[in-house]
C-alpha cells in the first residue's frame, strides 16, 4: 500500500457498542460511515479463528459499499472452559445477540466444570482481530488482547457485550463499571487498534 492515509472508512459492523468504540479510536478528520447507510446485513462468520472471520466482514463490506473497509472480530476466551465462547462469543446469546443469556450461559458453564468457581480466580481473556481490506485486496489483519478473569456476578452497566463479567489485570473493576474513556485504553480493540493506526 501506498503511503497515503485513509481518509474514508466504513465501520464494518452492525454492532452498535463496537461502531462507538472504534468511532472513538479513529482520527476525527476521517469520513466514517457505518453499514446501516447502505442497509447492509452482517455476512455469516464462517471462520474458525478471529483473524478470518474479521477478513470475512472486511472484505464483504468493501465489496458491497465500494470503500475501504475496517472491521472487527473479537470475543471472549475462558481458559477453564477450553477457550469458549471464542469466536462464538457473540452465537452464546441467540439469534438476538442478547449478552444477558450469553452471561447466564458463561455462569452455567462456569457451575458445571466447577460448584466452587467464584472462590477461585478464573483466567480469561478478550481478543480483537482488527482487519482492513479495500475491495479485493487485505492491506492489514492484526490482533490485540487484554487479560484478566471472569467476575462473580455482572457489575456496572457501561460497555456492552461481556464487559460487566470482565476484570482486567491491575483493576477491581469490570469493564461495564469502568468510565468509557478509561475502558477505551485498555482494551483488545485499543490494542488492536495501537498495531494498525498507521493506516490513519
Not at 477491581?172 to 490494542?191: I, V
Request: proline share 4%; hydrophobic share 35%.
Amino acid at each position: 500500500m501506498s503511503k497515503k492515509k485513509i481518509r474514508k472508512l466504513l465501520i464494518g459492523t452492525n454492532n452498535k457498542g463496537k461502531l462507538r468504540e472504534i468511532r472513538n479510536l479513529l482520527p476525527k478528520e476521517i469520513k466514517i460511515f457505518s453499514t446501516a447507510k447502505f442497509n447492509l446485513k452482517s455476512p455469516r462468520e464462517t471462520g474458525k479463528t478471529f483473524e478470518q472471520n474479521s477478513l470475512i466482514k472486511s472484505k464483504y463490506f468493501s465489496k458491497k459499499s465500494n470503500l475501504i473497509c475496517l472491521a472487527d472480530d473479537s470475543g471472549l476466551e475462558i481458559d477453564i472452559l477450553n477457550k469458549r465462547p471464542g469466536v462464538k462469543s457473540a452465537r452464546w446469546g441467540g439469534t438476538k445477540g442478547d449478552f444477558n443469556k450469553a452471561i447466564k450461559r458463561v455462569y452455567k458453564e462456569l457451575d458445571k466444570i466447577d460448584k466452587n468457581w467464584k472462590e477461585k480466580k478464573i483466567k480469561a481473556r478478550f481478543i480483537c482481530a482488527l482487519s482492513i481490506f479495500n475491495l479485493k485486496k487485505k492491506i492489514a489483519c492484526v490482533i490485540g488482547k487484554v487479560e484478566g478473569t471472569i467476575s462473580k456476578e455482572p457489575k456496572g452497566f457501561n460497555g456492552f457485550g461481556y464487559d460487566p463479567i470482565f476484570i482486567p489485570n491491575k483493576s477491581n473493576l469490570t469493564f461495564g463499571q469502568m468510565k468509557p474513556a478509561k475502558k477505551y485504553k485498555l482494551d483488545h480493540r485499543y490494542n488492536a487498534f495501537k498495531k494498525i493506526k498507521k493506516f490513519f
